[in-house]
């Protein structure tokens, strides 16, 4: 026998606490591994696209990091520019909290006027560091308009003879495995809530 507390102890009743101990363990263990409530889980489709760097950029260059996408195009008058603001703010955040593994994706809905270069330009007005973003062009306009419906769930449209798009304003976080998780207000940001949501991803 042993004694735990000053109290001794039979052989059995160290096996039930050691199971006890076990139990609360993986208890605690569990506890430890949140998870996104009310997940989406909308998968992204296969996609190969061009970057401002006018290199390819595919789903699977991203599959095994998270990451955070957005609509914008280079020419908008209205929301892009306080969005694209917001989002470089956001990339100041994530690395502020040395989170690695960690992209942003801007997927242009005027891609036949918005180029590489275009892109690019566009790009540095916000940030100083491109490493980690990516402004994606190289598809068709009606492309972009169903691929935002089918996979986004959300509105892409070019009226004719206008050069403005109509286009949703949210930020969509997506996991390692190229699944839709959750998406945020992208014009009045909850910048604590993504950011938390992001190492609930990278803990997983």
Request: charged share 30%.
């Amino acid at each position: 026998m042993e004694k735990i507390g000053g109290r001794k102890l039979t052989r059995r009743k160290m096996i039930l606490f050691a199971l006890a101990m076990l139990a609360l363990s993986i208890l605690i263990a569990g506890c430890g591994r949140e998870k996104i409530k009310n997940a989406k889980n909308w998968p992204v489709d296969s996609f190969e696209y061009t970057d401002q760097n006018g290199e390819p950029l595919s789903l699977d260059d991203l599959k095994g990091k998270v990451w955070v996408a957005n609509f914008i195009f280079t020419s908008c008058e209205t929301v892009c520019p306080p969005m694209t603001a917001n989002m470089a703010r956001l990339q100041q955040k994530i690395r502020e909290e040395g989170l690695k593994n960690v992209e942003l994706v801007s997927f242009s809905v005027d891609p036949e006027v918005d180029t590489p270069e275009k892109l690019k330009e566009y790009a540095a007005k916000f940030t100083e560091d491109q490493s980690d973003w990516h402004f994606l062009t190289g598809y068709a306009q009606k492309h972009i308009e169903q691929f935002a419906k089918d996979v986004f769930k959300t509105h892409v449209y070019k009226p004719k003879n206008d050069d403005q798009v109509i286009h949703g304003t949210d930020f969509y976080l997506v996991n390692q495995k190229g699944v839709i998780v959750k998406y945020y207000d992208g014009l009045d940001v909850p910048y604590d809530e993504i950011l938390h949501d992001i190492k609930v991803l990278l803990n997983e």
